[in-house]
């Protein structure tokens, strides 16, 4: 056989030659019956029990490190636990497998082991391998193992390998499990019902944004990928499930950033006989609840700041959090002309064809979003940017609703929900008029939606919070492409 040159090639080869005297190189019949973790917590609590001869562990991993010596050699093998070391002996495993398997094995390939514990000469707990066996092999060499993958496209593209290599990306995502399974305790503690509702839907509604269209061929009809779970919740409620919520996927055909994939997860969920006043103070428990479950404590560092969930959050509104850190004249609030003239020297992006209300919202993104590191409600936005949310009773132009933001970014979004089926037909028929006016992201009509309302809806408060900024915030790191286990990327041909 003619001798490659590539590694990739050599790995091949090798393979092949394998094959060729008779070894399995893919079998399912080892079964693990130990753990790495489960190994090292009897070496701390009870050592004296361990010997090479009793117990025997039987345990399985993917070959890091390999040290061959001749007729002896020590590998470290992992598994989902952790890393531990494994003597491998020629006398005690045998000639044949250690010369016709073992020694022709590669770093990367997983492995089975039964053995006992000694300590070396240098103090480590190590396996002593009493049976050797190809799990199954790799083909492909994995990167070295002090660097790992570097760049992030690959990274993120190899995610496999990603996690194969670095413990700390493996935490990250260990960690947003426990986010989730923290979030749902939480909930499921208040008697809220998870539910699952579509997504793909007639209509694309429950927020502002693009989604994206797809086609049933039986029924021959248009359908979007879901931009929000909002209006098939509030119809459960409608129905009497007084307290409900959905951990799941919305999908935005819009741009890929730090903080944007369009592919995100989201929690929502709604209370009956409540208002967007209860859910700051569920938000306020919730967070601070989550944090200490994941990280032992509701003190959090976010950047080298320090983030304090367990105290009670700056609640502010928005047109005083432009005054007060925006830099905005009182005196303009209701003048366009000077909003857009002071937009536009603070660099502000906004059009003349805006309404005041959306032109307020442009400002605070921009001007008051940034600074507000320290979790901070944010209340009273225009009607004209809520077109889901109950006005406010003293003031109808504001509706009753709050986003929370965080480090600078927006991580959930809530208000006291339109019940009142005459003013949501309105704010449809407006939302119409503004796509009309070019507007692609306003949201369409939902006669169907309207006519749920008109069975009567209790008084009734939502949030939405996205698990993906929320994972961010308490694993530390500052792209969502590194919380999301596949963000979405460009195809490479």
Same mark, same amino acid.
């Given at each position: 056989?003619?001798?490659?040159?590539?590694?990739?090639?050599?790995?091949?080869?090798?393979?092949?030659?394998?094959?060729?005297?008779?070894?399995?190189?893919?079998?399912?019949?080892?079964?693990?019956?130990?753990?790495?973790?489960?190994?090292?917590?009897?070496?701390?609590?009870?050592?004296?029990?361990?010997?090479?001869?009793?117990?025997?562990?039987?345990?399985?991993?993917?070959?890091?490190?390999?040290?061959?010596?001749?007729?002896?050699?020590?590998?470290?093998?992992?598994?989902?636990?952790?890393?531990?070391?494994?003597?491998?002996?020629?006398?005690?495993?045998?000639?044949?497998?250690?010369?016709?398997?073992?020694?022709?094995?590669?770093?990367?390939?997983?492995?089975?082991?039964?053995?006992?514990?000694?300590?070396?000469?240098?103090?480590?707990?190590?396996?002593?391998?009493?049976?050797?066996?190809?799990?199954?092999?790799?083909?492909?060499?994995?990167?070295?193992?002090?660097?790992?993958?570097?760049?992030?496209?690959?990274?993120?593209?190899?995610?496999?390998?990603?996690?194969?290599?670095?413990?700390?990306?493996?935490?990250?995502?260990?960690?947003?499990?426990?986010?989730?399974?923290?979030?749902?305790?939480?909930?499921?503690?208040?008697?809220?019902?998870?539910?699952?509702?579509?997504?793909?839907?007639?209509?694309?509604?429950?927020?502002?944004?693009?989604?994206?269209?797809?086609?049933?061929?039986?029924?021959?009809?248009?359908?979007?990928?879901?931009?929000?779970?909002?209006?098939?919740?509030?119809?459960?409620?409608?129905?009497?499930?007084?307290?409900?919520?959905?951990?799941?996927?919305?999908?935005?055909?819009?741009?890929?950033?730090?903080?944007?994939?369009?592919?995100?997860?989201?929690?929502?969920?709604?209370?009956?006989?409540?208002?967007?006043?209860?859910?700051?103070?569920?938000?306020?428990?919730?967070?601070?609840?989550?944090?200490?479950?994941?990280?032992?404590?509701?003190?959090?560092?976010?950047?080298?700041?320090?983030?304090?969930?367990?105290?009670?959050?700056?609640?502010?509104?928005?047109?005083?959090?432009?005054?007060?850190?925006?830099?905005?004249?009182?005196?303009?609030?209701?003048?366009?002309?000077?909003?857009?003239?002071?937009?536009? $020297?603070? &660099?502000?992006?906004? /059009?003349?064809? +805006?309404? @005041? %209300?959306?032109?307020?919202?442009?400002?605070?993104?921009?001007? =008051?979003?940034?600074?507000?590191?320290?979790?901070?409600?944010?209340?009273?936005?225009?009607?004209?940017?809520?077109?889901?949310?109950?006005?406010?009773?003293?003031?109808?132009?504001?509706?009753?609703?709050?986003?929370?933001?965080?480090?600078?970014?927006?991580?959930?979004?809530?208000?006291?929900?339109?019940?009142?089926?005459?003013?949501?037909?309105?704010?449809?028929?407006?939302?119409?008029?503004?796509?009309?006016?070019?507007?692609?992201?306003?949201?369409?009509?939902?006669?169907?939606?309207?006519?749920?309302? $008109?069975? &009567?809806?209790?008084? /009734?408060?939502? +949030?939405? @919070? %996205?698990?993906?900024?929320?994972?961010?915030?308490?694993?530390? =790191?500052?792209?969502?492409?590194?919380?999301?286990?596949?963000?979405?990327?460009?195809?490479?041909?």
């Amino acid at each position: 056989m003619e001798k490659t040159t590539d590694i990739l090639g050599q790995r091949k080869q090798k393979n092949e030659e394998l094959r060729k005297n008779g070894v399995n190189l893919f079998p399912n019949d080892f079964r693990v019956e130990n753990t790495v973790k489960e190994i090292n917590e009897i070496i701390e609590n009870a050592p004296e029990t361990l010997d090479k001869d009793k117990p025997l562990f039987v345990v399985a991993g993917r070959m890091m490190a390999v040290n061959k010596m001749g007729k002896a050699s020590f590998i470290r093998i992992k598994d989902r636990t952790g890393i531990i070391q494994v003597y491998v002996a020629r006398d005690e495993i045998g000639a044949d497998i250690y010369n016709n398997l073992f020694k022709k094995l590669d770093i990367g390939d997983f492995v089975g082991i039964k053995g006992g514990m000694f300590k070396t000469r240098t103090g480590e707990w190590t396996i002593l391998a009493k049976s050797f066996e190809l799990v199954a092999k790799s083909t492909r060499p994995l990167p070295e193992k002090f660097k790992g993958l570097t760049d992030p496209e690959k990274r993120y593209r190899r995610r496999y390998v990603d996690l194969t290599m670095s413990q700390e990306v493996r935490e990250i995502f260990i960690k947003r499990s426990k986010i989730v399974q923290a979030l749902r305790t939480f909930l499921m503690k208040l008697d809220f019902l998870e539910v699952e509702t579509p997504m793909m839907q007639p209509i694309a509604g429950g927020a502002e944004a693009t989604p994206f269209v797809t086609h049933h061929k039986a029924l021959d009809m248009e359908l979007y990928l879901r931009i929000a779970p909002e209006l098939f919740l509030k119809r459960l409620v409608v129905g009497g499930f007084e307290r409900v919520f959905e951990i799941n996927r919305n999908f935005r055909n819009e741009g890929i950033s730090t903080r944007h994939n369009p592919e995100f997860t989201m929690v929502e969920f709604y209370q009956a006989y409540a208002n967007y006043e209860d859910l700051m103070d569920l938000t306020e428990e919730m967070f601070a609840y989550i944090a200490k479950e994941v990280t032992g404590s509701s003190k959090i560092t976010y950047q080298g700041e320090i983030i304090d969930f367990g105290t009670s959050w700056k609640r502010i509104n928005l047109i005083e959090s432009l005054v007060e850190i925006g830099g905005l004249d009182r005196a303009l609030l209701e003048d366009k002309e000077g909003l857009l003239k002071f937009g536009e $020297e603070k &660099g502000v992006k906004i /059009t003349k064809k +805006e309404k @005041i %209300g959306k032109i307020l919202t442009k400002l605070f993104d921009d001007l =008051v979003e940034p600074k507000l590191v320290q979790p901070t409600f944010i209340t009273g936005y225009p009607v004209e940017v809520s077109p889901l949310s109950r006005r406010n009773d003293k003031d109808p132009e504001f509706t009753e609703r709050f986003e929370l933001f965080i480090a600078g970014r927006e991580i959930a979004n809530g208000f006291s929900e339109l019940n009142d089926p005459v003013d949501q037909r309105g704010r449809f028929e407006q939302q119409v008029e503004d796509k009309k006016s070019g507007n692609d992201e306003a949201h369409p009509m939902d006669t169907d939606y309207i006519e749920a309302l $008109e069975y &009567g809806m209790p008084p /009734t408060a939502g +949030e939405g @919070i %996205g698990i993906d900024r929320l994972a961010m915030l308490l694993t530390d =790191v500052t792209s969502i492409r590194e919380v999301i286990l596949f963000p979405l990327m460009k195809h490479q041909n």
